[in-house]
């Protein structure tokens, strides 16, 4: 009695084409995965220089959902920091609070959400370093929808006014 193996190829090839024929018997058809990618559009992107010791930062932008279904702001990440969150910066009976949005933030279709100071913004804990006014700082925006994004901050100075328009635009 002989044995016969498959090459590794063979195997996924037969694998692939037994699966493509008991979807077309069934009469389905695989859906294409749909991009998302151009859906949320990122201007605007900045931060603000930390003193020289500072352990926080945080980020800035615009972002506007292009597509025709409402989606969110689930994650964000920061090549500068150990770890960054979406925060919500509210006035509650006098006092300035500051705390994690666990559910992110929704953007619906054709609706622009600003993330400021004083707003909604980007928490950036646990600097490697200090940020310096001029440098590009990059991270990753997640959205439930359309996936990772990219993003890359253009850092100001300390105090200094926020760019106005024309920064950066990604999809």
């Given at each position: 009695?002989?044995?016969?193996?498959?090459?590794?190829?063979?195997?996924?090839?037969?694998?692939?084409t037994a699966a493509a024929l008991t979807l077309a018997a069934y009469g389905a058809e695989p859906s294409p995965q749909a991009d998302h990618s151009a859906t949320m559009v990122i201007d605007?992107?900045?931060?603000?220089?930390?003193?020289?010791?500072?352990?926080?930062?945080?980020?800035?932008f615009?972002?506007?959902n292009k597509g025709t279904a409402p989606d969110r702001l689930i994650g964000v990440t920061s090549a500068v920091a150990d770890h960054a969150e979406v925060h919500e910066m509210s006035m509650r009976n006098g006092v300035m609070t500051m705390r994690p949005l666990a559910q992110g933030i929704e953007i619906?279709?054709?609706?622009?959400v600003q993330l400021t100071?004083?707003?909604?913004?980007v928490m950036m804990f646990g600097l490697k370093h200090?940020?310096?006014?001029?440098?590009?700082?990059k991270g990753t925006l997640t959205f439930e929808k359309a996936?990772?994004?990219?993003i890359e901050y253009a850092v100001q100075g300390i105090g200094g006014p926020p760019p106005h328009g024309g920064g950066m635009h990604m999809h």
């Open positions: 009695m002989r044995t016969h193996f498959l090459p590794t190829n063979a195997i996924l090839t037969t694998l692939m605007n992107a900045w931060s603000r220089a930390t003193p020289g010791g500072a352990t926080v930062g945080a980020g800035y615009t972002v506007t619906k279709p054709g609706e622009t100071p004083g707003g909604n913004h200090s940020l310096k006014a001029g440098e590009k700082v996936g990772t994004v990219n």
